[in-house]
């Protein structure tokens, strides 16, 4: 018998006729033919930039059982056999990765791809804040890991004494505008980025002045003292009023003994 093709997939009935010349008779019976499996990887996007733990999904059609091999050579419980397997790799590196689908004994499709695997880059920083415009330093500092080929910047903005740095830790920057000022830290490996961003406040110079009510005294009497400074935030003042004697309070009333100026 010829090798058969079917054009289509499902149940076929088979009939096998036999004659002799004098009897003749007929045999049926019926095969089923499985639709061509077929199978895809979808990788996700920027598969090296993910770190040590990847989502892995397919493209199925057909299909009733899966497997996949993740080439990882340092262990042997490399493989899945859900469709959308997540899998953590134990070292960076290069892997090949194999997906084989199949619906019936000997009826399969395979399709592998390469992928480079790289530790998750990871970045915290730390800054002062809220220091005043006129002397106030602040200094950064930066935490990372991941990749060894990573750079990294600083980015200060328009308004710093030093507008970008390539350093971890950056101290003793200067802010020439008062207000919130934007920090950014950027990490940069092959085609991956990342950032962080942070706010920082700077307090603009504070305005002393103040005045006393009824300016020419006879002692003893008291004195009322206005104080007219503008300031940002919450103020702690400190009076001293020329004869010894100090305050904390905002307006203080002050009660002098003895003449003088």
């Known amino acids: 018998v010829p090798l058969v093709s079917f054009s289509n997939p499902g149940f076929h009935t088979i009939t096998i006729y036999g004659d002799n010349g004098d009897c003749a008779t007929t045999f049926e019976d019926s095969i089923f033919i499985f639709d061509e499996p077929s199978v895809e990887i979808d990788l996700p996007e920027y598969v090296s930039c993910l770190g040590l733990t990847i989502d892995f999904e397919s493209t199925l059609m057909n299909v009733s059982n899966v497997l996949w091999d993740f080439g990882d050579s340092t262990t042997n419980d490399d493989q899945s056999t859900f469709a959308n397997p997540t899998y953590s790799f134990n070292n960076p590196g290069i892997y090949s990765i194999a997906l084989i689908g199949s619906n019936a004994p000997n009826c399969m499709d395979s399709t592998n791809v390469i992928i480079e695997v790289k530790e998750k880059l990871v970045m915290e920083i730390e800054h002062s804040d809220s220091l005043c415009i006129t002397d106030g330093l602040f200094d950064f500092e930066a935490t990372v890991s991941g990749p060894e080929d990573v750079s990294f910047i600083w980015d200060f903005g328009p308004?710093?004494?030093?507008?970008?740095?390539?350093?971890?830790?950056?101290?003793?920057?200067?802010?020439?505008?008062?207000?919130?000022?934007?920090?950014?830290?950027?990490?940069?490996?092959?085609?991956?980025?990342?950032?962080?961003?942070?706010?920082?406040?700077?307090?603009?110079?504070?305005?002393?002045d103040f005045t006393i009510v009824d300016g020419i005294l006879c002692a003893p009497e008291a004195a009322q003292f206005i104080n007219l400074s503008q300031v940002e935030g919450e103020a702690l003042y400190t009076w001293e009023f020329g004869d010894g004697g100090v305050s904390m309070h905002s307006s203080p009333l002050y009660y002098y003994n003895n003449i003088g100026e």
């Open 159 to 208: 308004n710093a004494s030093l507008p970008s740095s390539t350093e971890l830790s950056v101290s003793g920057i200067q802010f020439s505008s008062p207000g919130f000022q934007s920090i950014k830290f950027i990490g940069s490996h092959d085609i991956c980025i990342d950032s962080i961003e942070s706010m920082l406040y700077v307090f603009s110079e504070p305005y002393i």
